[in-house]
T-cell receptor
Framework: GEDVEQSLFLSVREGDSSVINCTYT??????LYWYKQEPGAGLQLLTY?????DMKQDQRLTVLLNKKDKHLSLRIADTQTGDSAIYFC????????????FGQGTELSVKP | KAGVTQTPRYLIKTRGQQVTLSCSPI?????VSWYQQTPGQGLQFLFE???????NKGNFPGRFSGRQFSNSRSEMNVSTLELGDSALYLC???????????????FGAGSRLTVL
């Protein structure tokens, strides 16, 4: 079945690294995504990774994918107060068009 | 380049009424998807339209419907509103025509519906 799970809260100090974790169940996932949602706003795509890749780096963001364990993580280096938001992981299944399955979201709080 | 525009941003309805929400995708995007976001259920897929055809549908009752026009603008309608329909309704557009490849969605700011 299709299910994506995340821990609900994460609190870090400014300048530290943040690691947000996600697990998924569907082995036919093709792409996995990370979105960010700030208060009162829609979702903003941060990055995505193809399911056959292990890692993807984009500036301060590093995505790690362990396909065997169906585990995805997002590392934010040098976390800033502006990174405080809710982070969603999501998966897409091949041949299901625009349908993404989202996790519940992880609320990241960055303390100065 | 204009983003995804959703109207209205906020609305209040009473039980039993119906509501229509509108979404204008990014110019050139032919796919429009709709999601419902609530504190309890999170983000749930409603449906996706591509070239005026519904391509995929989530697990929502028939009271939820949508359509897409020839200019790719989309509307969703909820009839016989219930208290549980109170939510943020998000629209997203993408270029994605083929069924494979990364599905890069650009989201609008949402329409916040309150049902009293």
């Amino acid at each position: 079945g299709e299910d994506v799970e995340q821990s609900l809260f994460l609190s870090v100090r400014e300048g530290d690294s943040s690691v947000i974790n996600c697990t998924y169940t569907d082995s036919s996932s093709t792409y996995l995504y990370w979105y960010k949602q700030e208060p009162g706003a829609g979702l903003q795509l941060l990055t995505y990774i193809f399911s056959n890749m292990d890692m993807k780096q984009d500036q301060r963001l590093t995505v790690l994918l362990n396909k065997k364990d169906k585990h995805l993580s997002l590392r934010i280096a040098d976390t800033q107060t502006g990174d405080s938001a809710i982070y969603f992981c999501a998966e897409s299944i091949d041949n299901q068009g625009g349908k993404l399955i989202f996790g519940q979201g992880t609320e990241l709080s960055v303390k100065p | 380049k204009a983003g995804v525009t959703q109207t209205p941003r906020y609305l209040i309805k009473t039980r039993g009424q119906q509501v229509t929400l509108s979404c204008s995708p990014i110019s050139g995007h032919r796919s429009v998807s709709w999601y419902q976001q609530t504190p309890g259920q999170g983000l749930q897929f409603l449906f996706e339209y591509f070239s005026e055809t519904q391509r995929n549908k989530g697990n929502f009752p028939g009271r939820f419907s949508g359509r897409q026009f020839s200019n790719s603008r989309s509307e969703m309608n909820v009839s016989t509103l219930e208290l549980g329909d109170s939510a943020l309704y998000l629209c997203a557009s993408s270029l994605k025509g083929a069924s494979s490849g990364a599905n890069v969605l650009t989201f609008g700011a949402g329409s916040r519906l309150t049902v009293l």
